[in-house]
């Protein structure tokens, strides 16, 4: 299966700055999905990023808050912006290797941010 | 809103058991079905996945899915307290991403 190397593997941050998080995979992989995981609850999608064309934002986050690069088949950044405290929490890419064997969805190790 | 329900326990169950895990979904559409283990402060990781009704075993582990129903279950036999984690149920498509549920948090006592 695919190997997703994620980093910064945690961080804290300063309310008002902005970190970026990358994702690089060790295969081309066409759909890559960023989550956002808050202490004790589960996983929530905030974007769908091809490679090639704007991301795909869920209802609640906007692109200004979370912008996503994709500029090829392997690699991602999320950048969390103007971070406030409720931005803390786990940060996780995924990627569907559904052309790979075991079928299933990736997850990087996550990025534990804290924001302070 | 495609919703995946899971109860969230904790579950307990005595080491050598049987721990039984459900998760209700409500896209009827839903064709792949995924169960993931996640430890505390670490990523989900893929233990199951099934497409078909009926059951799919791996090692220890049983997937039961029942379309009709929208009921997917996940059956860990002979559970070790290393099996103590939150359980993920997670719904989709290929192409497009998972939805999970809440997670179900197993303790496998000694």
């Known amino acids: 299966s695919a190997v997703i190397s994620q980093k910064p593997s945690r961080d804290i941050c300063q309310r008002g700055t902005s970190l970026t998080i990358q994702c690089q995979v060790d295969?081309?992989?066409?759909?890559m999905f960023w989550y956002r995981q808050q202490p004790g609850q589960s996983l929530t999608l905030i974007a769908t990023?091809?490679?090639?064309?704007?991301?795909?934002?869920e209802s609640g986050f906007v692109i200004d808050k979370f912008p996503i690069s994709r500029p090829n088949l392997t690699f991602s950044t999320l950048t969390v912006s103007n971070m406030s405290p409720e931005d803390s929490s786990i940060y996780l890419c995924?990627?569907?290797?559904?052309?790979?064997?075991?079928?299933?969805?990736?997850f990087g190790s996550g990025t534990r941010l804290t924001v302070v | 809103q495609k919703e995946v329900e899971q109860n969230s326990g904790p579950l307990s169950v005595p080491e050598g058991a049987i721990a039984s895990l459900n998760c209700t979904y409500s896209?009827?559409?839903?064709?792949?079905f995924f169960w993931y283990r996640q430890y505390s402060g670490k990523s989900p990781e893929l233990i199951m996945f099934?497409?078909?009704?009926g059951d799919k075993e791996d090692g220890r582990f049983t997937a039961q899915l029942n379309k009709a129903s929208q009921y997917v279950s996940l059956l860990i036999r002979d559970s070790q307290p290393s099996d103590s984690a939150t359980y993920l149920c997670?719904?989709?498509?290929?192409?497009?991403?998972?939805?999970f549920g809440k997670g179900t948090s197993l303790l496998v006592t000694p």
């Open positions: 995924s990627v569907d290797t559904s052309t790979h064997i075991p079928y299933g969805y990736t």
């Open positions: 295969s081309q992989v066409t759909m």
């Open positions: 990023a091809n490679q090639g064309s704007e991301a795909t934002y």
């Open positions: 896209d009827r559409g839903s064709q792949s």
């Open positions: 099934i497409y078909s009704n």
């Open positions: 997670a719904v989709g498509d290929s192409g497009y991403a998972l939805n």
